[in-house]
């Protein structure tokens, strides 16, 4: 399994961001997708994540301001960032769960088997 994230940037505080992460194949999507966030000094940490039928968790501190969404089509995961927070600054991954769950989707990050390189976003103020 292959991911590839792209769309990091920076922005000012307010503004927006829209990550996409390329899937290799179309029934990598079909399992558990995540977003992860790891800024530096801090341990990673669960943004969001999408099952196979398209449900969706949020971690708190995006919640109403973050939205992950898929493209079967396209093999391809997003994260829709509004109203940037300095605190979001971090390198985000994506994350997939293949061939193991399709509808229990954690944000700890444990069950996920397969990792993309990485984006940076960063946020000033």
């Known amino acids: 399994v292959q991911l590839v994230e792209s769309g990091g940037g920076s922005v000012e505080a307010g503004g927006s961001l829209r990550l996409s992460c390329a899937a290799s194949?179309?029934?990598?999507?079909?399992?558990?997708m995540g977003w992860f966030r790891q800024a530096p000094g801090k341990e990673r940490e669960g943004v969001a994540s999408?099952?196979?039928?398209?449900?969706?968790k949020y971690a708190d501190s995006v919640k109403g301001r973050f939205t992950i969404s898929k493209d079967n089509a396209k093999n391809t995961l997003y994260l829709e960032m509004n109203s940037l927070k300095r605190e979001d600054t971090a390198m985000y991954y994506c994350?997939?769960?293949?061939?193991?769950?399709?509808?229990?989707?954690?944000?700890?990050?444990?069950?996920?088997?397969?990792w993309g390189q990485g984006t940076q976003v960063t946020v000033s103020s």
């Open positions: 999408i099952n196979g039928n398209g449900i969706s």
């Open positions: 194949g179309y029934i990598v999507i079909w399992y558990c």
């Open positions: 994350a997939n769960d293949y061939g193991g769950s399709q509808w229990n989707c954690p944000l700890n990050g444990v069950s996920y088997n397969s």
